[in-house]
């Protein structure tokens, strides 16, 4: 069953056109890898599927009803190029906020994610005062308090060294495990590839392909990327 | 294409209206005994005012249906119509303080009339400011969409609160006592003109609007 | 009551952020205590002065302060995109709405009380102190007004290109009304003007109901992009 699906998404700002007649479905499930050069529209498409921005054209379902009458968004987590982090709070008041939003009385599954994500030593610090790394990795934390049916992550692995990608890449088996969707953008061939049951490649604003993981091979991905100038990780 | 039609048909009214209603206000009526002369821009005054009543209005419904359809043709109404208030509210001041310096004496006073229009005229030009402030074609209509309703309802209260303050101060004089019948018709004449002038302003400005939408659509197609 | 659930965690929010941030109320102190000072040089606030000139002396001052602390307030959440931790959950836009409407309240009134303490000790007024809980309704339905019509404006300001610098061209002819409202009824209060107060308490009543039931139905349009 689709989740999520997309007819002809089209997004123009001012005079130029990040998307241009996106047609795409998510199965409930399933993980969907977004690779692309930069300027693609990674970002718009992610945005437009999470809810919290508005397409130019085209129809949006969620559940099979339009996105205004579905409740999309308080179903989903999205992560952006920015953490959504209160920088002045601490890491613990941080996820203290979200887990008084969502009305969970579980301290203790707040203080297994911040161990299992290795912020615990850091709990009672500001977040202004981490490394750029572990930002992403708070931000990350947040969506498993939140328990949502689809992650939407822009780019997660920014920032983050070896040790943290296969930790995260961990994790998103795990929520792929409990049935969530996950929707990825990534700069990563090989760790993108591994997650995705189904792997894309936008470009200027369209799919070049979408197609099972199976029918691509991590060399395709490295050849377009390097068509385009532009250098994968 | 029924647009254009009707901006046609509305120019050919107007080209005939506004020259007579010229002649009624300058030739047909009568001066009035106090105020002479100066006393016939109040039949643009009052006009106008109405005219950017109308103009504001029809901002405040087409901000609610964009808010409702997400459609931009919405948006493009709303803000052809503000703007069309905007220069209408501004006229009404200029005008209305052309009147008040020979008849009240002075250029400007804190009548609650002029406050409310002085203080709409505040929030059109922040509507506009905000549009120039925002790229995104979406969120500038959601935006100013939300600002188009605010400012609007905001206008009984400002009416309100204006007159009660006034009402400590001392009055100054009301215009002018009752109008003659023949005074009366051509301030009736007055405002079906400039009514006519403000549908027409909008409806140009609106189609404007969407002729500019539809050349970046070209535009765009062109690159691609 | 899962509604007021969210609002509440919100304005807990805040006021931490407050607490270890310190960006919006002490700034917001600051401006009432300078302005204060600055008025002292502009007008002539002698003795017999003071009581006429003090309605219009601290509803400026309110009006100020508070659009600084406002726009701070609503830059606090636009910062890394924190406010999308609270559209991704559970919490309504209306619930969001009430939670930021809270937290501006209560900075605003700890800042008018604090502006009403300078002003007695700057302008040796104390009789303003004495005269609070007649005042009271007054100060407590304007300031109302002001983060009902303060919250929505600066959330949406604060997306545009100019950010909050843009936020006192929207938002103070929108008020108008409630700072008529605020001097008249202080000034009926304080130096027994005819009149009644009991009007201006019905309009700022009047625009608070009206401004809460709008911004209720249009907030969830400022936070989509």
Known sequence: MNIIELRGVRKQYHAKTALGGIDMYVRRGECITLFGPNGAGKTTLLKIISGIMSPTEGRLLYNDKPYSESDIKKDA??????????????????????????????????EDILRGHGLWERRNDPVNE???????????AKGFIMSPEIFILDEPFTGLDHRWRSAILAKINDIKKQGKSVLI?????????????RVAFLHRGRFLFIRDREEVDTAEIYGLFDSMGELAG | MKTNRTISILFFLLMVMMPLNLYLI???????????????????????????????????????????????????????????GLLFATLVLVTGSLWARPIWNVWWTWDPRLLTVLILWFIYVGYFLLRGGIADRFKKAQYSAVIGIIGYIDIPVIRY?????????????????????????????????????????????????????????????TED | MKFMGSAIAILRKDILLELRGKESLSLMLFLSLLLLVIFNFALDTGKENVSSLAPGILWVVFTFSGILGMGRTSMAERDEDAYLSIVFSPASAESFYIGKVLSNLLFLVIMEMFTLLFFAILYDFEKIIGMLPQLLPGLLLGTLGFSLVGTLFSFLTTASRYGEVLLPFLYL??????????????DIILNGKAGGAGKWIQIMAVFDVLYFAVSLLLFRYIIEE
């Open chain 2, 26 to 84: 300058f030739k047909v009526a009568p001066t009035e005994r106090i105020m002479g002369d100066v006393q016939r821009i109040f039949y643009l005054h009052v006009s106008l005012a109405s005219g950017a009543f109308l103009a504001f209005t029809c901002t405040f419904v087409s901000s609610i249906l964009f808010l409702w359809k997400k459609n931009l043709v919405w948006d493009s109404a709303a803000s052809a119509a503000a703007e069309t």
């Open chain 1, 185 to 197: 953008s990534t700069h990563l061939v090989e760790e993108g590839h591994r997650l995705a049951d």
């Open chain 3, 173 to 186: 002819p929108v008020v108008v009304p409630i700072i008529l409202g605020g001097v008249s009824s202080m």
């Open chain 2, 161 to 221: 609160a204006t007159k009660w303050w006034k009402s400590i101060h001392p009055l100054l004089s009301r215009e002018g006592g009752g109008l003659n019948p023949v005074m009366k018709n051509v301030m009736f004449f007055s405002l079906a003109t400039f009514l006519v002038l403000t549908v027409f302003l909008f409806l140009f400005r609106f189609r404007l609007a969407r002729i500019e939408e539809r050349l970046q659509k070209l535009k765009k197609l």
């Open chain 1, 77 to 110: 987590f999205y992560l952006g190029h920015r953490t959504s982090l209160y920088t002045a709070l601490t890491v613990m008041e941080n996820m203290d906020f979200i887990r008084r939003l969502f009305s969970l009385n579980h301290r203790r599954q707040v």
């Open chain 1, 130 to 140: 981490l490394s750029q790394g572990m930002k992403r990795r708070l931000a990350l």
